[in-house]
């Protein structure tokens, strides 16, 4: 169930200097309807999401979370290897995937025992008419599959590293290595960011950001032709 109100919102009578600047929330504040913090609203705060992802392990890079101790592939997929199960490892779409596909209502995935290619098509995502084939990132065997994504696929974007896992594979050989990782990682997705930016501006006169944030689903601001262009020089 959805929470009702931050869980980190604490109300308290306190006693304290005023010749001392305090950050607080007026009760008049609170009391609005414009305040996140008592509404089932409050993930929409950008100071919520910064400290939830960190307790989370996951890094707010211009607007954008990426998992830190993840594997990433260079078309926004990750890798977390399995700690029981050598050689195993889940994959899923990044926040940056998610947020350029769009809503995701359905995904079309192989099922157990399927083997796949590095660099090869093996799943499609979709989100309503439009589609985006995406590659494996590793030369494996498909062990299993999210049950979650059928009956809810839209945790693809809700929660793209975590519950949002789309398979596990039997990884081949050391494709690990081959892969983005830590401090590399990180400068590497930054500089994705700065190079979807310099599309918005340059090719579509348009901004992915509001208000400094980055947009939630950047695919509303597309048309089919724009939208397919962008999915097919970053996810393609």
Not at 21 to 32: A, E, F, G, H
Request: net charge negative; glycine share 8%.
């Amino acid at each position: 169930m959805k929470e009702r109100k931050c869980p980190f919102l604490e109300t308290k009578t306190v006693t304290f200097c005023k010749a001392f600047p305090v950050k607080m929330i007026p009760l008049d504040k609170m009391s609005s309807l414009d305040c996140l913090c008592e509404t089932t609203s409050f993930q929409e705060c950008s100071l919520y999401n910064e400290i939830s992802h960190a307790a989370e392990g996951k890094e707010n890079l211009r607007g954008f979370s990426l998992k830190s101790d993840y594997y990433y592939h260079p078309k926004h997929l990750w890798v977390s290897p399995s700690p029981e199960n050598a050689g195993e490892a889940r994959v899923g779409i990044d926040d940056f995937a998610a947020r350029l596909i769009g809503k995701i209502d359905r995904a079309s995935i192989p099922g157990a025992d399927m083997p796949v290619k590095e660099n090869s098509v093996c799943f499609l995502l979709h989100s309503g008419r439009r589609t985006v084939r995406l590659a494996s990132p590793a030369d494996g065997v498909i062990r299993t599959v999210n049950p979650r994504l059928a009956d809810n696929p839209s945790v693809l974007n809700e929660d793209p590293y975590l519950e949002g896992w789309i398979f596990s594979m039997q990884i081949k050989g050391d494709a690990l290595n081959g892969l983005y990782h830590g401090t590399v990682a990180g400068k590497w997705f930054e500089s994705e960011i700065e190079r979807l930016q310099r599309t918005f501006s340059s090719d579509l006169g348009m901004t992915a950001t509001d208000g400094g944030e980055a947009l939630t689903d950047i695919s509303s601001r597309f048309n089919d032709a724009q939208w397919g262009k962008i999915v097919s020089q970053f996810l393609g």
